[in-house]
């Protein structure tokens, strides 16, 4: 929803009248009466010499600009105003997708709209629905708050323009957000039912600045068809068709839905892929929006599937297996022998399970992925996003498969043309490209548990298929430095003093090669971002995080690898590459100032 243009001050900020003239205007054009007294409320504080300053630095921030809208749709805190997620805001979205739909598409647009469990999710849907059907479109609402993966399914299994998911994944409790897929008519190439990306979100958005009011956004009081259990049914339909039929010995698995909406399906999932021991943490299983056990619901957070893992250690589990709220990303820890050697390593309980890297997943699954393509003789497509290791290009390689690099973002990676696989070190990964153009947390259970079992009939772990792989590949070792920041400056001047004086060693290795994103790199379409590379093959890639107020940091060690390598010196092999990553980690804090 545009809100008039006001000149800034001297300082470059709005004045306190402009603010409160803009809160009231706002508030005049609102759908939602309890924004409106929540705003009101945050003006009559502005008054308060106590906690007055606080209050208009509030208001200000609210009121800063409108909540962008780009490729990953819309995402920020709940509250009103315009630079917040609220009904107003959501109204102008699905009514800017609504017009941008019925100029792109010829006849009646189909659009699916889902939700998951966080605060407002299911409001935000109704609303969506609302605005679409009045703006002649054919709204199929899910039943229920549920994954991610079942909307980007449905949106290719029932051949809509549009999709639209109401979740903010993993972020805190406070936020919530809006992702769009197209496909049908608009899309029709290798993106079909994937997340938009550019010119799509730069159109949609152009769209959402011409509402000028929530409240006169037309909204259909009923017209939408509420789907049945039909939809869920085909998903696991499709989930089920990636069973491998072999059997082995039985594994017991440790899962968490972190308070998310995973719990019920990744037992249901992993019950028809003949996982029959399924361990759930109990206090983390049913839907909370309050996230109360865990301060930050991503799994890849320190601590936050520690609850997984005491569960594992009691239980004498063979495996965890932890999902995102939206359950379109997959954890897997496992009983690491080693765990005490390793220098750096990261996620882990004092028994020895710890978390695998997603660069490791993302390995393990790649290489099974490789091996099925193969034995089908189909070929294809392997695919990771730029910050991802690059040991899937080296496991492509060794088996005669292609290979595809990305921006980040499944938006990105989805599209890729013949993918049979494709994965994000962000705990996301694609391994059923026909069905879901997007990361599915629960379909990389059954995969990452079916593979778990077949090595157990060998008498081996998904450790020792990660030997396998550096045996091959050579041995990818990769880690994360990030720091969060207040606000958008003090992360672009630490992108520009990174290319104004990068640093000329990492771990006393020289850096080679500076590479600028921001001007293209190797086909890629330009974004912000840095890569380092140094004469012992280390890369560091910096860049801005795309849905958090974050500066990350991606490492990645190289070390050559003997075929013939023993599990000893494969041991003594990673414990230097991760006594390397440290050191390059520090020294990219360092550079950086973090």
Request: net charge negative.
């Amino acid at each position: 929803m545009t809100e008039p243009a006001t000149p800034p001050t001297a300082t470059g900020t709005l004045s306190a009248p402009d603010l409160v003239a803009r809160a009231e205007a706002w508030m005049a054009a609102d759908v939602d009466q309890g924004d409106v007294g929540e705003l009101h409320a945050l003006i009559a504080r502005t008054s308060d010499p106590h906690s007055g300053r606080v209050a208009l630095a509030e208001l200000a921030d609210r009121f800063a600009g409108p909540l962008e809208f780009g490729t990953a749709g819309l995402r920020g805190a709940m509250a009103a105003g315009p630079n917040r997620m609220n009904r107003a805001v959501v109204i102008a979205a699905a009514a800017g997708l609504g017009n941008f739909l019925a100029a792109d598409v010829q006849g009646t647009p189909r659009v699916v709209v889902g939700f998951d469990a966080r605060h407002r999710s299911a409001d935000f849907a109704r609303d969506t629905a609302a605005v679409l059907v009045a703006a002649g479109a054919e709204v199929l609402l899910l039943p229920e708050p549920g994954p991610t993966p079942v909307l980007a399914f449905a949106v290719r299994h029932l051949s809509a323009d549009a999709g639209v998911m109401v979740t903010a994944s993993h972020n805190p409790a406070a936020d919530n957000g809006y992702k769009v897929y197209l496909g049908g008519r608009v899309v029709t190439d290798a993106g079909q039912g994937a997340q938009i990306v550019p010119p799509y979100d730069a159109l949609i958005a152009g769209e959402i600045a011409l509402v000028r009011a929530a409240k006169d956004v037309p909204r259909a009081e009923s017209g939408w068809t509420v789907l049945g259990p039909e939809i869920t049914d085909a998903y696991h339909a499709a989930v089920a068709g990636l069973h491998d039929g072999a059997t082995g010995p039985r594994l017991r698995i440790v899962t968490t839905s972190l308070h998310g909406v995973g719990g019920e399906a990744v037992a249901r999932v992993l019950a028809e892929a003949g996982f029959t021991d399924v361990v759930p943490v109990e206090e983390q299983a049913e839907p909370d929006p309050d996230f109360p056990t865990v301060a930050f619901p991503n799994p890849e957070e320190p601590g936050a599937i520690d609850m997984a893992l005491a569960l594992a250690q009691d239980s004498h589990a063979d495996l965890v297996i932890a999902n995102d709220p939206d359950a379109d990303r997959c954890a897997v820890a496992v009983l690491d022998p080693q765990y005490g050697t390793y220098q750096g390593a990261e996620t882990a309980s004092s028994q020895g399970w710890r978390m695998l890297h997603g660069d490791e997943v993302g390995m393990l699954l790649g290489w099974d992925a490789a091996e099925r393509a193969v034995s089908a003789g189909t070929g294809g497509t392997l695919a990771c996003s730029i910050v991802s290791s690059r040991a899937l290009a080296a496991i492509a390689a060794a088996h005669g498969l292609e290979h595809a690099t990305t921006l980040t973002g499944f938006k990105w990676i989805s599209r890729t043309p013949g993918l049979v696989f494709g994965y994000e070190e962000a705990l996301g990964y694609c391994v059923d490209p026909e069905h879901v153009r997007d990361k599915d947390g629960l379909s990389a259970a059954v995969a990452v548990a079916q593979l778990a079992r077949r090595l157990a009939a060998q008498g081996r772990t998904l450790l020792d298929l990660l030997d396998d792989v550096a045996r091959a590949c050579g041995l990818h070792v990769t880690g994360q430095v990030s720091a969060r920041f207040d606000d958008q400056d003090g992360i672009g001047s630490t992108m520009a003093a990174l290319r104004t004086s990068p640093p000329s060693t990492l771990a006393g290795s020289p850096v080679d090669s500076v590479s600028d994103l921001a001007e293209g790199m190797d086909g890629l379409p330009p974004t912000d971002g840095v890569v380092l590379l140094t004469a012992d093959d280390t890369r560091v890639i910096v860049r801005p995080s795309g849905t958090e107020p974050k500066v990350k940091c991606y490492i990645e060690v190289v070390a050559p690898v003997e075929p013939d390598a023993s599990a000893a010196a494969l041991s003594e092999a990673r414990v230097a590459a991760r006594d390397r990553l440290a050191r390059v980690g520090a020294d990219v804090r360092a550079a950086l100032g973090l």
